[in-house]
Structure formats: C-alpha cells, structure tokens
C-alpha cells in the first residue's frame, strides 16, 4: 500500500481526532498520516509513542507563550493532562487565551491545530533528527511575549553565564541571609557577579573588590552585621566593573537560609517572591536617582543552584511577583537569565500558564 500523503489538511483532520480522543486512547485510533510522519522523525517502542513524540517536537517549536501553552493542553501534552477529558482540556486551552470555551472552539482551537500541523510538514521536510532536539537549541537570547493582566508584555530570556549580560540596569543576585558572599573563583552567580564587578591589574592581581566593600558598608548602616537578615532581604549596591557593559545596580537577594552545622542551605518559594517584590520595589525608589534613569531588571532563577530548588518552582516564584507588578501597570523592562536550554524552556511556559477561575482538572467532562 502507498504511503498517505502528508498534507496540511490531512495532518489536521488527525489532530482533531487526537484532541477529541486524548494520548490516553490513541491505541487503536487510525492516524496514518501521523504514524507516518512520526516514522521518519522518531524512535519508540508502540505507534503511539512515535506519533505522541511528534506532536511534543511540533509544539516545542511553536513561539513560546499562549500559542503554545494553548497546544499543549489542547493536545493533552501539558504536565498532568493526559487523561483529561477533551472538553477540560478545551476549557483551559480557552483561559490561556481569556476568551469563552466556544469562541475557542470555533477561532482559536481552528488556528492553534493548524500551527501544530504547519510544524509537523516542517519537521518532515526537514528530515530526521534526534527526539526532542530543539531547533533554538543554540540561541543565547529570546524574547517571549505573556500576558500580565490585561497587557502584552514581552519579557527577554538570556541563555548564558550571568557575568555576559550587557546593558541591563539592575541584577539581581541571590545570596544567603548573612548577606555573605562567596569567593569568587566559584560557579555561583553571586560569586560571578562579584569576580566580575571587581578590578584587576594586567597581571590578573586583585586591586579592588567594591561589592563586598559596599555590602559590608550597608550591613554596618542597617545594624545587621554579624547577623542574619531576614529572608526577603535586598540589599543594593553598585556594580563595579560591570558598569563599562551598561549593568549599573547589583540587587543581593538574601533567599538562602545556611542549615547549621552543614555547607547547605534551606530556600523557601516564598521568600523568593518575597525578594522578587522587594527588588521591584526598591527598582521604583531608585528610578529616578540615577541618569538615565533605571529602567530594565534581569532576574535569574532564584534558589534553583546550591538552594536545590527545581527550576520551574524558582520560575513560578519569581514570575508571580513580576506578574503582579505589571499587571498593575509598571513599564519595566523585564529580563531573565539561565545557563541550561532546559532552564530556559521552563521560563517560556512558567508566564503562559493560566490561574483557572474553576477547578477543572477533574477529567469527567465529555467532548
């Protein structure tokens, strides 16, 4: 038998059978179109897998943000929606884009399913490659654009060692609640962001090291030396060397709280978001202190190095700070910076996930 035709038309007739059925009841479901696609594209042991492994690599390559956040619980890839029924899933497909489950039905449903089949020819026109391989795979920089509130916002996503950001007012850069840095020959950002505020000579010898001068100066004025700050603390203070590349304020975020007797440390999502907040807010004190006045803030993922934290919780506990921020109405220029490609993929769907105003995640609704 000659193999189907792999056509625009027919590979979103198949969608829609796979959103109404669900990953769950794909077994037995015939998608020739799919299954061949799938069969140039990716290795696994059942048809079903390789057509799943398809749709997962057709919607990664979407633009991050409600397009696809929109295809991922359309199609059931979104974490925890497998087994959802369609009509929950078409629900909260409809939320991410704030409109009625009908209007979705009829406009957005139509236009998300035909992005995902455009990708799909994409994918096999472009011949095989390796499951799950990210075409942006060596990007350093992105942009995504989210929803806060009722405004668009385009956040900017930096995929690199902290110390390479350029041209961003304010850093923040998580550091324990001593307000303790640590030597500068090791990986963590604070221990970047200080190796490369300070000054050296030509033969690499350390002339001077100005953020641990300041921090000691502001622990002294606030009457905390010697002892902890509370978590949520920010402590401000200048950037060194890093203000021949445009980086002007250095933001010390105390959310790492030491564990007596041991070389680790306890950080809580909230204080997080607490420092997140207070960041932001003492980013709107200093605005107009400076010329040009502050105006752009680059976050990294809080707590997620030596605090263990898993990415998407360090994500969600800083975007629901920013989040509130503008959706209140602030213009800043938000920016995020990671070192890992699967940090970065976590900051794209963290702003587009949607905060349901019913619990839907009960799987019992029929198409």
Not at 107 to 115: A, K, T
Not at 306 to 313: A, F, H, K, S
């Amino acid at each position: 038998m000659a193999p189907p035709t792999i056509d625009h038309a027919s590979i979103l007739v198949e969608l829609q059978a796979v959103r109404r059925a669900g990953l769950l009841r794909l077994r037995g479901r015939e998608l020739p179109v799919l299954e061949s696609a799938a069969a140039s594209l990716a290795t696994a042991r059942t048809r079903e897998g390789a057509v799943e492994a398809l749709l997962r690599r057709a919607v990664e390559r979407l633009d991050a943000g409600t397009l696809r956040t929109a295809a991922e619980y359309t199609l059931g890839l979104a974490q925890g929606t497998r087994d959802w029924a369609a009509a929950s899933r078409r629900a909260r497909a409809a939320e991410v884009y704030r409109v009625s489950e009908e209007r979705f039905r009829k406009h957005h449903e139509v236009m998300v399913l035909g992005q995902v089949a455009e990708q799909v020819m994409e994918l096999v026109a472009g011949g095989s490659g390796e499951p799950g391989e990210d075409h942006r795979e060596g990007d350093t920089h992105r942009t995504v654009d989210v929803l806060a509130g009722d405004r668009a916002v385009r956040l900017t996503l930096h995929i690199h060692p902290v110390d390479l950001l350029r041209d961003v007012d304010v850093v923040v850069s998580p550091v324990n609640t001593h307000l303790a840095l640590p030597e500068s020959y090791k990986s963590s950002v604070s221990a970047s962001l200080r190796r490369a505020a300070s000054v050296r000579g030509v033969t690499g010898d350390l002339l001077d090291d100005p953020v641990l001068d300041e921090l000691r100066k502001w622990t002294a004025r606030h009457g905390t030396s010697g002892r902890p700050v509370v978590p949520g603390t920010v402590a401000a203070t200048g950037s060194g060397a890093m203000a021949e590349h445009g980086v002007r304020r250095f933001y010390h975020a105390a959310v790492a709280i030491p564990r007596a007797g041991t070389n680790d440390y306890d950080v809580l999502p909230a204080d997080i978001t607490r420092a997140t907040s207070r960041a932001l807010a003492l980013l709107a004190e200093e605005h107009d202190r400076h010329t040009p006045p502050l105006r752009s803030v680059c976050f990294p993922l809080l707590g997620s190095g030596r605090g263990g934290l898993p990415y998407r919780v360090s994500a969600a506990a800083v975007w629901s700070a920013v989040e509130a921020e503008l959706a209140r109405g602030a213009c800043w220029d938000v920016h995020f910076v990671v070192r890992t490609p699967e940090a970065a993929r976590v900051v794209e769907r963290i702003p587009a996930r949607t905060r349901p105003g019913r619990d839907r995640s009960a799987p019992g609704r029929s198409a």
